[in-house]
């Protein structure tokens, strides 16, 4: 379906892009957070508990939720998401254990350009061509990034190549459900989805955590709760092809916070990939910016009976 709501109807880009930044920043709050924890936990059982405290921010809502009911279809699409999601999840935490979170990060980009392009192929958002071709450059950074041919790929970059598969399907239900229910109804419905879905993988692998582990993992539940209830937000404010792309500056954050928190050296292909990248980001802002402007002012024909 098309998402053919102009400015003057509520939508706004600049608006979309803001909540998009808020996104980027909580989900590298949600990143830093669990390269802390590490492998201490399992991957299965640290994404249950991520969801499972994020509940707790979620409790206005779901009583809401249980005193107004939910349409069978929404409940159908809330169901697929949390599937997907769940699966993403997993190989998301299980990656973080594996490559440096730069790394994790770069890959990640893989996720916004599906989305993108499934936004034009599902909802009919228009692609012009200015913005194809940004789009195109966007990925050819995060291929000097991770530098296919030339490196050793490990099961923590296969882990993340179906995390971007899985996020970008979860993303596209995501923005088909924002059309119909509030932000915080597609937040609280994935949570508790991806709960009960993860719950019975997270007993099988189930080890205690510390205190500390615990209070991180809390942590993470918080950023990624208000990560994923910005990005809803987003996705009303403006269309898919505008705010998907401001995610790639999560790659300036995260090599700065990968370098001064972690130690992990700056890679100068990490660099150059995170310059190009973020070039297209602005490119795109930019056009947008530009074509809004120029749609205020109708043109003589359209002023005609």
């Known amino acids: 379906m098309a998402d053919n709501v102009g400015p003057e109807q509520g939508q706004s880009p600049l608006n979309g892009i803001l909540w998009m930044l808020a996104t980027g920043a909580s989900f590298v709050g949600v990143l830093v957070c669990v390269k802390i924890v590490g492998d201490a936990v ?14 707790v921010f979620l409790v206005p809502t779901l009583v809401a939720l249980m005193r107004d009911g939910i349409g069978r279809g929404a409940l159908m699409l809330h169901g697929w998401r ?15 254990t594996r490559i440096p979170l730069a790394e994790v990060t770069a890959m990640n980009y893989l996720n916004p350009v599906y989305v993108t392009i499934g936004a034009a192929l599902v909802f009919g958002e228009r692609l012009a061509l200015r913005r194809i071709i940004a789009i195109v450059v966007a990925f050819a950074g995060v291929l000097v990034i991770l530098r296919p041919g ?20 979860s993303y596209l239900l995501a923005k088909k459900l924002s059309e119909r ?11 508790v989805t991806v709960t009960v879905l993860l719950a019975p993988i ?9 205190p500390g582990q615990a209070v991180w993992l809390f942590l993470v539940a918080a950023f990624g709760t ?19 792309p401001v995610t790639f500056l ?5 090599v700065l916070l990968g370098w001064l928190v972690f130690e992990e050296p700056v890679d100068i292909w990490v660099l ?32 005609k009976m």
């Open 202 to 210: 997270a007993i099988a692998v189930w080890v205690w955590p510390t």
């Open 150 to 169: 030339f490196r050793e790929v490990s099961d923590g970059h296969i882990a993340m190549l179906f995390t971007a598969l899985f996020f970008g399907a």
């Open 82 to 96: 949390g599937l997907v999601h769940a699966a993403g999840v997993i190989c998301w935490f299980y990656a973080m």
């Open 272 to 303: 150059l990939g995170g310059v190009m990248i973020v070039g297209a980001v602005v490119f795109i802002t930019w056009r947008e910016a530009v074509t809004r402007r120029q749609t205020r002012t109708p043109p003589p024909e359209a002023t």
């Open 181 to 191: 229910e509030s932000a915080a109804v597609v937040v609280a419905m994935m949570s």
């Open 42 to 55: 399992p991957a299965p059982e640290a994404a249950f508990l991520r969801f499972l405290f994020g509940l």
């Open 226 to 244: 208000a990560g994923h209830y910005t990005m809803t937000r987003a996705f009303r404010a403006a269309p898919l092809t505008v705010t998907q």
């Open 250 to 254: 999560q790659l300036v954050w995260a």
